[in-house]
Nanobody, 128 residues
Framework: QVQLVESGGGSVQPGGSLRLSCAAS????????IGWFRQAPGKEREGVSC????????YYADSVTGRFTISRDNAKNTGYLQMNSLKPEDTAVYYC?????????????????????WGKGTLVNVSS
């Protein structure tokens, strides 16, 4: 059974950092594209970052470029989103998701349509 479980959310002051984790089970995360999304209250879900399968290319939304870093640890079957220089506008529920196609690739534009498995989310609150 495919399962994704996010963790690492919490409250942080502006300028602070958090690292989100996405623990995968039931499949080998390495072979599938992974993406991070977020949804703020009253707003549509936004694609934040994604990574091609086999630790390939990475992609970022303009709003997080230079501040967020996506990665994965194949030995731990876990994906990560390192978030630095956090801003109040980063406040949202963050979700990880993966594609179901072996060897999949991703893009910021198409990631909403290419991800098939989703976690339940973790809340990030950036405020002073």
């Amino acid at each position: 059974q495919v399962q994704l479980v996010e963790s690492g959310g919490g409250s942080v002051q502006p300028g602070g950092s958090l690292r989100l984790s996405c623990a995968a089970s039931g499949f080998t995360l390495q072979y599938y594209a992974i993406g991070w999304f977020r949804q703020a209250p009253g707003k549509e879900r936004e694609g934040v970052s994604c990574m091609d399968s086999n630790n390939g290319n990475t992609y970022y939304a303009d709003s997080v470029t230079g501040r967020f870093t996506i990665s994965r640890d194949n030995a731990k079957n876990t994906g990560y989103l390192q978030m630095n220089s956090l801003k109040p506008e980063d406040t949202a529920v963050y979700y990880c998701a993966t594609a179901s196609e072996y060897g999949s690739k991703c893009s910021i534009i198409a990631m909403h349509y290419s991800m098939d498995y989703w976690g339940k989310g973790t809340l990030v609150n950036v405020s002073s």
